[in-house]
């Protein structure tokens, strides 16, 4: 049996209770009004595993299956869970703590059913503060039903923060410039949202980018003047320039204006004591606009000071100000100029990153997020292992350097392509390794998620899926990038190595085979939501098949060969956009239209190239 996070006491007993369909769910007066929330998700999980759910009842009974309490002596998420002969017996120290004793509950059913072990669990987190962090900006905006349904998988894992990453796609007043060719999020759609997340004991945090990264705001007619570069909306849209430009001009005094008018209209929404302003990759910062205060002062200069009027605008505000780190990590001494509260969220997200971010931040004093990431972006499929060793260790530094919290995140560079619920693997990797020191190795780890989280028996579906971005030579990043920039000196030796690779495509395009083939054999017997997921699985492997193809292409084009593997264009141009009706159906289940657009301006200019008309 397990149980994610793994508890920090747990002593498994001889003998079991069974639950019977006669006896009750039951409250105790101890308990505040939340409980009945929590007893409800109990009562859920029990009829959905057995069959049938006992009646919630409040008070005393002689028929207790499951009793909730409270214990104020102990810590805030601290909570005991103790399974004998007469019963269950969840007690919290608080809210937080009731709700994570039943969450636990509900993990230990699914693989018990009705007969649960005689067990005693004390449990609590390490780290205060364990939040994830979802990109709902470039590329997909999810549907507000899915967004719930993520804030439940947080609270089922013991997650208590959650930020949505916003550029322009919150339905800003005044702005229909910037957001009339998406699908925006409302302000309903956010209070709705932040309503349900505080039941779950989840802080929706606000977030809007605040320098750097105003792509869409900084191409209107209106606002163009104030990006850094000038000639800002001349260019056409691509992956690639939305990643690396359109800075604000922080010289310009209506700059700062509108960005404060942005977080008045956005901070209200939330009941959140935080707000993010983002302020990452600034990476025109004086090569512009403001050149001339840049040489005068320094770019340095130049970032701090804007950072630090925002971060005390909004302490007036009443608020805690976030930002990212991966600028200040240059110059930390710095920090000291914020407002003492400012929480710098470190981000690091290579498989084998180091600790020097983190203890130089910390060397400065700052109030420091470590923060790793779920290595989706610009794949079709996460890259688990990746995944876990980031985060691992990023986890293992906020230990070592004593971090405020752990936030994971998963960006969507290049249209967030892959299918939001691959990254469920590394929620509960950040997740499980933020609540409890002791980290079991990946293929454990992975073993435990597959039962926990998919309700595979045979506990082997989670590795299956991190063999899927293993089993590719060429991937959606490359693809974007040689549509938008060809083959540049900056890529060079990266599609030195995609043509190298080649020579093995056969044996990748039989992997990706055998690994739907696999998959296809797990699916009977599974839940209905984990082969929802499966299929956007299959169809996601059938994309990175077709993208395979077409890099044999490619590398035979620009080397002026003949592919290593047999290619008709017009049946592989075919091929990919009937693929491509399949991916728009799995899309619309979860997310709005957003940007898929996009996606399917890229997936019809590489079927125009098959077809020759695109060179």
Partial sequence: MYIIPEPQQMNILEGEYTIRFDHKIVIDSSCGTAAYDYAKLLQEELCGCMGYGPEITRGNSGKAAVTLMMDDELGEETYRLE???DGIRIVGGADRGLLYGVQTLRQIVRQTGACVPCMQIHDYPDIRNRGFYHDVTRGRIPTLSYLKGLADNLAFYKINQMQLYIEHSYLFENLSEMWRDDTPLSAQDILELDAYCRKLNIELIPNISC????????RTKSYEHLCELSDAGAEPFGFVDRMMHHTIDVT???SLALLKGLIEEFMPLFTSKHFNIG?????DLGKGRSLAEAERIGVKRLYIDHVRKLCEFL???GKIPMFWGDIICDFPEVIKELPKQTICLNWGYDKEQSDESTRKLAEAGAVQYSCPGVSGWNQFVNRLDV???????????ARQYQTEGVLTTDWGDYGHVNHPDFGIPGRIYGAAFSWNGKIPDFEEMNRRISIVEFQDRSGELVSELAKIADSQIFDWGQAIYY???GVDARVQREFTAVAAGMADVDETLRKLADIGDRIRRMMPGLPARTNAILHACLVAIQGVELFQKIGAVIVARVSQSEPVVAVDGIKLAAGLEEWFMFYKEVWRSVSRESELYR???VVSWYADLLRGSAL
């Avoid at 320098?211 to 900084?218: E, I, T």
């Avoid at 302020?279 to 990476?283: I, L, R, S």
């Avoid at 995944?387 to 530094?397: H, K, L, S, V």
Wanted: charged share 40%; with cysteine; aromatic share 12%.
């Fill in 252 to 254: 310009n005094e209506e």
């Fill in 483 to 485: 549509k938008e920039k």
């Fill in 279 to 283: 302020a990452d990759e600034t990476f």
């Fill in 315 to 317: 302490v007036e505000k």
């Fill in 83 to 85: 399974a004998g002969a």
């Fill in 599 to 601: 996606i399917e301006e």
């Fill in 387 to 397: 995944a876990y060793e980031n985060i691992r260790r990023m986890c293992t530094y």
């Fill in 211 to 218: 320098f750097g990264h105003l792509y869409k705001l900084l």
